[in-house]
């Protein structure tokens, strides 16, 4: 069965400090995806990388930037010179196979406190 | 601007009412879900479609139900309410086929509290 597990719970951190967000996952396909999202204190989920298995090349989108490793399988999530705005808790997921209706697997979310 | 809204942000219920949560998305998606988020358990998937008139089980659909009669309309049922499913209830969407794969479009959420 599929899980995503989100160790870090809750982290603080200082404006522009960096920080990682880890995300270790399992699955028995061969074939899955893994995405994160964030949430605001608004409450929207935000769509912010998805990942198939077959690309490892990291990805970086200005501050943010994201680690793909199948050795250990983890896809963890950096955030440079961190901001007040990166406050939220952020979600990674997995979704098995490629069917168009494929489902999320959620882990339990990592809040991140951004303070000035 | 993509939009999934839902039909309340705020609802407060007896024990043993019947509770429609409604959810509306305007970009044709194929498929919608319903969420749970509770403190420390993250998102649970309760019900989700693919299609009119389809319905899947999801990870904790007891005490659940949905109907989505119209393309762009989920409804999530709660027959009789308890307290157990104080909640907060997200609708999502997302476009079949390999480009909509996982990414889905949440609407604000609706806190319910029963009583």
């Known amino acids: 069965a599929q899980k995503v597990t989100q160790a870090q719970t809750e982290i603080s951190v200082v404006e522009k400090e960096d920080v990682t967000l880890d995300c270790v996952y399992e699955?028995?396909?061969?074939?899955?995806?893994l995405f994160w999202y964030k949430q605001p204190p608004s409450g929207e989920l935000v769509f912010l990388i998805r990942?198939?298995?077959?690309?490892?090349q990291n990805e970086i989108s200005g501050r943010y930037s994201w680690n793909f490793q199948k050795s250990t399988s983890s896809f963890n999530f950096t955030i440079t010179a961190s901001q007040v705005v990166d406050s939220a808790v952020y979600f990674c997921?997995?979704?098995?196979?490629?069917?168009?209706?494929?489902?999320?697997?959620f882990g339990k979310g990592t809040m991140l406190l951004v303070s000035p | 601007d993509v939009k999934v809204t839902q039909s309340s942000r705020y609802l407060v219920k007896r024990t043993g009412e019947k509770v429609f949560l409604e959810c509306v998305q305007d970009?044709?998606?194929?498929?919608m879900f319903w969420y749970r988020q509770d403190p420390g358990l993250g998102l649970r998937l309760i019900y989700f479609?693919?299609?009119?008139?389809?319905?899947e089980k999801g990870d904790i659909p007891e005490g659940y139900s949905v109907s989505r009669e119209k393309k762009e309309r989920f409804s999530l049922i709660l027959e009789s309410a308890s307290t157990n499913q104080t909640s907060m209830y997200l609708c999502?969407?997302?476009?079949?086929?390999?480009?909509?794969?996982?990414?889905?479009?949440f609407g604000p959420g609706t806190r319910l509290t029963v009583t």
């Open positions: 997921a997995l979704s098995e196979g490629d069917s168009g209706y494929s489902t999320l697997t």
């Open positions: 699955t028995r396909d061969t074939t899955y995806y």
């Open positions: 970009m044709d998606h194929e498929n």
């Open positions: 479609s693919y299609d009119v008139k389809m319905k």
């Open positions: 990942r198939n298995s077959f690309d490892e």
């Open positions: 999502a969407s997302s476009s079949s086929g390999l480009a909509g794969v996982g990414e889905q479009y």
